[in-house]
């Protein structure tokens, strides 16, 4: 909550301001995991050149890669449950490192590969822990800004990195993109290690080993079939395809017999869950497609250097930046119907307009061009992403977040393999038509950006669907969101900042009450000020307040009234507490809960814009569980 007030001097400690740090390193992890994605592509012809490998093996650093972060994901919400966040998060930044050194200093392929395989695995449980760390921290109310900022980090990070590495390029030596990322990542441990707490509620789950065999073969199955279905060797595609598919059906019959699942499919039955994760999907295929077919053609067509061609890429990730958190305010205030049509119309109209023009426009046109395609996206993921998360109960989160988050694997690899394939297929076919290689090319941009058009209108079809459910309770198992000004206390007793600690005492006796908040004239609040907080004073003034025997002892002596006189005097914002946890009055009850439990209070203030409106106690949320569930248990028959 905002400082309220015109004290400078005293500050209020608000939920809101609190969480900033926490999900701003949850957003920096994010960008990292996402960012080093696509980071090394541009590397592919310095490695091949270094160590004479062909582009099949070279590309098994990209490949191999969504396939560790892939396998990673499910496991993400075991992990999450059995650390405690803190060591959990700097252990997984800490592999990012390693892998990055080990890239690095790599004497032969192999070992680059390797690296390249730790921090694949590291990436695979960070982008799930970051979106779990937003979604407890964040205030209900904001949680749609915020997941906002997440959405713009996971657009950002695959945008922004081949700028960055082509940049890198031009001025050093491929090995400096894994000092510099490693570099990165040593902040986001610091940061991780110096602000992060221990959130996540521990329920230590099981490790099913059967479970992760299945999801794992079941997931590498896939996004090896898709990576090669294009590249003519359709046999080994179709029995990794269809190999996939019995492991990923074996996997979701296991989960459904397991006491302790690795991920709980629960989420899945819920259609507007199941719908969302299927719309986010298809926001982050059109993502890491253009990102890639774009500059390629640049390249290999026009003659743009790899630099020039990034760059065109780089008012897109600008829009996409502004354009993510904003949507999370309006999906705060309006819901995501809006966004998602609006995106996803803006997405296809220009994926066209691109794909027609791509051979003759210029560049800035070009550019112009694919701002609306990624800033569609924006549009699209946090607000998608917050709506799936709302249609859940909080215990089925972290399996939500999985979902999500092996989507988002599968999503770069499809968007990636498939668009790639589709480019190179289609000119194959051209040139062997007896077409140029220059107008063949053109014609495989077109096909691969008719196809991107096509994903925005089933995302188009699949937003129309959304439209019914968000119309609807966020969790049909509730009656209604009850908040912190359902069961406040609104008759609180307040200390101003012009009374004395003797005022304070008077009040408290009075009222038999063991603290009060300080307001100022605005009603805001200042500070907090308890018996105890006097005492402890008093005890430092004085050595007859140090124990009941010093009382007795040293009370009779001269200076013991002259010393209680200056302390009663005293204006009580000088012993009162300057930082104060305040709730909003719209915060969820469960969110109020959490905070009461996560900063040991026992009450806190409530306050509307600023104002104080009330109290609210740990007792308050009890009292309303257990009437809530008496009323439950006397409208349900019991049977005999």
């Given amino acids: 909550m905002p400082s309220a007030g015109k004290d400078e001097n005293i500050l209020t400690t608000s939920v809101r301001r609190r969480s900033r740090p926490l999900i701003a390193v949850a957003a920096f992890a994010a960008f990292l995991a996402t960012f080093n994605e696509t980071y090394l592509n541009v590397a592919f012809t310095p490695i091949m050149e270094a160590w004479g490998v062909s582009v099949p093996t070279v590309q098994w650093l990209a490949t191999g890669y969504m396939l560790g972060a892939a396998v990673m994901v499910p496991v993400s919400a075991f992990a999450y449950r059995s650390v405690p966040t803190r060591p959990l998060f700097v252990g997984t930044v800490a592999a990012l490192v390693a892998g990055s050194v080990i890239g690095a200093l790599a004497p032969n392929f192999a070992v680059l590969l390797a690296g390249r395989v730790v921090q694949a695995l590291a990436t695979g449980l960070l982008i799930p822990i970051g979106m779990n760390i937003t979604i407890q921290t964040a205030p209900r109310n904001k949680l749609g800004a915020y997941m906002g900022v997440m959405g713009a980090m996971t657009t950002l990070g695959p945008s922004s990195s081949v700028i960055v590495a082509g940049g890198l390029l031009s001025v050093a030596d491929w090995r400096v993109l894994f000092w510099v990322f490693a570099g990165l990542s040593s902040l986001c441990l610091l ?11 521990l329920t230590k789950p099981r490790l099913d080993p059967a479970s992760v065999a299945l999801i794992g073969l079941g997931l590498v199955g896939l996004l090896y079939g898709v990576s090669t279905v294009f590249s003519g060797n359709l046999l080994p595609a179709a029995v990794a395809i269809g190999g996939a598919a019995v492991c990923l059906v074996l996997f979701w ?38 990102n890639i077919v774009i500059p390629m053609y640049m390249q290999s067509v026009l003659g743009v250097p790899s630099l020039s061609a990034a760059l065109v890429l780089f008012p897109a990730i600008a829009l996409s930046c502004v354009l993510s958190p904003v949507a999370g305010r309006l999906y705060d205030r309006h819901g995501p119907v809006a966004l998602l049509l609006t995106g996803f119309a803006m997405i ?24 609306p ?41 499809v968007g990636s393999a498939a668009f790639t394939g589709i480019y190179a297929a289609v000119g194959a076919f051209r040139v062997a038509a007896g077409e140029s290689p220059s107008r063949a090319a053109t014609a495989g941009f077109l096909a691969a950006g008719l196809t991107a058009a096509g994903v925005a209108l089933i995302g188009l079809a699949l937003a129309v669907r959304i439209w019914k459910a968000a119309g609807s309770p966020a969790r049909p198992t509730r009656r209604h969101a009850v908040t912190v000004a359902d069961i406040m206390k609104t008759d609180v007793w307040t200390l101003t900042t012009d009374q004395t600690v003797g005022d304070a005492l008077r009040l ?58 200056e302390v009663m005097n005293l ?55 257990v009437r809530t569930y008496l009323d439950q248990r006397a409208e349900t028959p019991h049977a005999d």
Avoid at 191 to 201: C, T
Avoid at 264 to 271: E, G, T, Y
Avoid at 352 to 367: F, G, K
Avoid at 508 to 523: C, H, Y
């Fill in 191 to 201: 940061a991780g290690a110096a602000w992060l707490r221990d959130i996540a509620e």
């Fill in 373 to 413: 395609v990624i800033g569609g996206s924006a549009l699209i993921i946090g607000p998608v992403q917050s709506f799936a998360l709302s249609r859940l109960e909080p215990e089925l989160h972290p399996h939500g977040v999985t979902i999500l988050s092996t989507g988002f694997q599968v999503a770069g690899c």
């Fill in 348 to 371: 296809a109209a220009c994926a066209v307009a691109l794909s027609v023009l791509i051979h003759s426009a210029p560049l800035p046109v070009l550019a112009l061009l694919h701002m």
């Fill in 571 to 625: 204006p009580v914002a000088e012993l009162a507490i300057r930082h104060v946890v305040s709730l909003e009055s719209a915060t969820d009850l469960s969110e109020a809960s959490r905070i009461l439990t996560d900063h040991h209070l026992r009450k806190a203030p409530v306050c509307d814009h600023g104002r104080l409106v009330g109290v609210i106690n740990r007792s308050n949320i009890t009292h309303y569980a």
């Fill in 253 to 290: 019959r296991r989960q459904q017999r397991l006491e302790q699942p690795l991920i709980d499919l629960r989420p899945l039955r819920v259609d507007a869950f199941r719908v969302a994760v299927a719309i986010n999907m298809a926001a982050l295929i059109v993502i890491f497609a253009m």
């Fill in 508 to 565: 408290l006796t009075d009222k038999g009450i063991s603290g009060a908040p300080v307001v100022n004239t605005a009603s805001g609040v200042v500070g907090f000020l308890s018996d105890g907080d006097i005492l402890r004073h008093l005890a430092a003034q004085h050595p007859a307040f140090a124990s009941a025997w010093s009382f007795i002892t040293e009370s009779r002596t001269d200076d013991f009234g002259q010393a209680v006189a």
